[in-house]
C-alpha cells in the first residue's frame, strides 16, 4: 500500500508541533532509538506494573492506548462510583492489556499496540474505523493521510477480533486477532501497527496543521518558520 489514514488528536501539541516541523510522526520505540532514550518501551514493562501504570510506566511520546492504561489505573483509585465514559476508559484501558499480554504469548515479534502508530486503508471503511474509534476519546481528532516514510515492522490484523472482544472478552479473540487470522474472509476488517515513520501526503491537510500551529502556538511556530528559511538558504 501506498497511502494510509492516521489520526491525531490536535490538542496533543508536541504531534502538531512536529507535524508542522517536519510533517511526520514516529512511533516511540523509533524515536527511542533514535534519541537513545533509556526509558523502557511500554512494550517491554511488567504486566502487572502496567495493570497499576503510573507516570513512570509512560514515555512523553507514548502512543494513545497507554494513556487508556495510565487513565485507568487513575480511575481505578476514585473513591467514588465512576461515571458512564469513566467506566468506558477503564473498559478500554483493561482491553489495551489483555492484547498487550497475549502480544508477548502469541506473536511476541508484532509491534506492540502501546508503542506503535496505528494505520488503517485510505478507504471510506477506514475513515470509519478511526472516527469510531477516537470519538470521545480525543478532544480534537483530525484523519490525515500519510505515506511510509521508513518502517522496522507494520503488521496488519482484524480490527473485529477487538469489537468481539470489547463486547465478550475471551482469550480466543485475543489469540485470533494475533495470529493475523480474520473474522470474515469477505470484509476484514485490517489495522496497522506500525514500528516507523509515516509523513504528510495532503498539502491542504499540511497547510492545515501550519494554520493550526501558528493561531495556538505562536512562538513555537514562528521558530518553526525561522528553521525552514534557514534550510531554504
Not at 506500525?194 to 494554520?211: R, S, W
Request: charged fraction near 25%; hydrophobic fraction near 35%.
Amino acid at each position: 500500500m501506498d497511502k494510509y489514514l492516521h489520526c491525531i488528536d490536535l490538542s496533543d501539541k508536541l504531534k502538531c508541533l512536529n507535524l508542522c516541523s517536519t510533517g511526520t510522526i514516529s512511533s516511540l520505540l523509533t524515536v527511542q532509538l533514535f534519541s537513545n532514550d533509556k526509558k523502557p518501551n511500554p512494550m517491554s514493562v511488567d504486566i502487572e506494573k502496567l495493570k497499576n501504570c503510573t507516570a513512570d510506566e509512560i514515555n512523553g511520546l507514548s502512543s494513545a492506548r497507554i494513556f487508556f492504561v495510565y487513565q485507568r489505573s487513575i480511575l481505578n483509585t476514585y473513591k467514588r462510583p465512576l461515571t458512564p465514559e469513566e467506566e468506558r476508559f477503564v473498559k478500554i484501558g483493561n482491553l489495551e492489556i489483555e492484547f498487550e499480554r497475549a502480544r508477548r504469548e502469541y506473536n511476541y515479534g508484532a509491534p506492540s499496540r502501546l508503542s506503535c502508530v496505528y494505520l488503517v486503508e485510505d478507504s471510506i471503511d477506514g475513515r470509519m474505523v478511526l472516527s469510531d474509534m477516537f470519538k470521545g476519546a480525543f478532544n480534537n481528532p483530525m484523519i490525515i493521510e500519510v505515506s511510509l516514510l521508513n518502517k522496522m515492522e507494520i503488521m496488519r490484523f482484524d480490527h473485529h477480533w477487538i469489537e468481539l472482544y470489547y463486547q465478550d472478552p475471551q482469550e480466543k479473540y485475543l489469540k485470533s486477532y494475533w495470529t493475523s487470522e480474520m473474522v470474515n474472509d469477505k470484509q476484514p476488517s485490517w489495522e496497522y501497527l506500525l514500528e516507523g515513520t509515516i509523513q504528510m501526503t495532503d498539502i491542504a491537510q499540511k497547510q492545515q496543521i501550519d494554520k493550526y500551529v501558528e493561531q495556538n502556538f505562536p512562538v513555537e511556530y514562528n521558530a518553526i518558520i525561522t528553521d525552514r528559511q534557514k534550510n531554504y538558504r
